[in-house]
């Protein structure tokens, strides 16, 4: 049996990044107070939580002067002063690409530009770069949410940095016949994207695809439908312990593809265990 | 028998204002020397050379200190310095739209962008705005000419000013994925999609429908193509004397359009001539 990882798969960057620098400050303070959630994997949360996170909703339950970690999805200028007023132990795991995004909602603002933001309103990450776009500043998720008057004058674009290409050539259509003048920042990261055709990639190659990661993770969800529509008998799992032993034995070459919020160390985990059932005995 | 004139119909308001601003000045100096042909419909020329126009190609045609004359479609900064190096009198007749879409030219090449123009590379405007447009710049005529080193870095795009708003769509979905910044000005004027709204419209409320203008027009054929795909009987002419009698004797509603370069003047004679086939001895 052959076991191969999609490449890329697993955590973007910026969020390997984040938790990288959160571990690295744990083993420096021993407790820090994370504002919301660093990473939507319970596993990783609850080890995270053995080396000293506490997570936190909101910078008021952070006792003064503790010290305080931005998750990758960054926050608005004004939680950032709130968080400020409590403590000056700032680790700011801000991704650069949202943060990024952030310094072109402010960049826009001042030269004079109505922003629309193309993303998810009710992201953590739209809802902090809101906080750069200024007043008049809308979401817009859907092309058919762009309104009569949100098209006039003089407009500038960003994106939520997972969002689809679909949706920002379609909203930047409907804004392009009544706008004098549009000025577009793709912000998109491409990270989500290059995870599915990594996913599409391996598929053909392989008589079996596990996919590791959160079963209400959407983007996980979305590796194992495309590799299905790929015709390849897919598992989900969101650890090892619930592989099929039976169904391991059958394959030949097993591909791993893991969702954008499934750690390293799961992955790994899972490897080693297929790698042990290559043995007679192994997964009985 | 009824006529009604389509609205909008004829010149557009850039061509009329220039075409006016050159028999104001053609009344107090007697001559002028043109640059291009300022209207591309022949009777008016003839009409334009009887007063005093002298068309010429080239600024060096113009006999020093005499007179020039710039269309509606405007010039390049080179050949403006060109004719001010021949003359200091000079009638500008540069339509205002296409003067804005040189300013925007010139503002995002001094801001740094490299300029895409959505249009025609051989038409007079779009020449013209290239001039403004600095080095690296490109003509973009159809959304298949997008070559991959275009897509990168910072575009600039701006638009001739009768190009359909459906190329400029396909443009702007070409660089959109490929291009971390892209900075639109619509600078489409919609006066050829007003007349051939305006046309469609009036189609079902007449049973024929004459349309005047250059048989060499361009924009004349696609207005004459939309009435007949309105299922009206229709009938293209250059000038009222083609006007076929026993047509317009059948008709009871006749519409009456002309292209974007066919002058008020013909369009009035036309008028006058169909108002006289009303009495039961006209057009005999």
Redesign the interface.
Known sequence: MKVTVARPTGLCFGVRRAISELENALENVGKIYGLGSPIHNPQEIERLEKLGLVVVKDPADIPPGQPAFIRAHGVSPEVRASLLRRTDRIVDGTCPFVRNVQEKAALLRQEGYRLVIVGDASHPEVQGIMGYAGEGARVVGNASEISPDARNGKIGLVCQTTQK?SL??KV??GL??H????????TICGATLERQQAVMDLAPRVDGMIVIGGKNSANTGKLVEISREAGVSTLWIEHYEELDGGWVREKENIGIAAGASTPEWLIRQLISTLESARSPRGMD
Chains 1, 2 share one sequence.
Not at 179 to 186: A, G
């Open positions: 290409v920002l050539e930047v259509r392009l016949t706008t004098e003048e549009l000025r577009v920042f793709n």
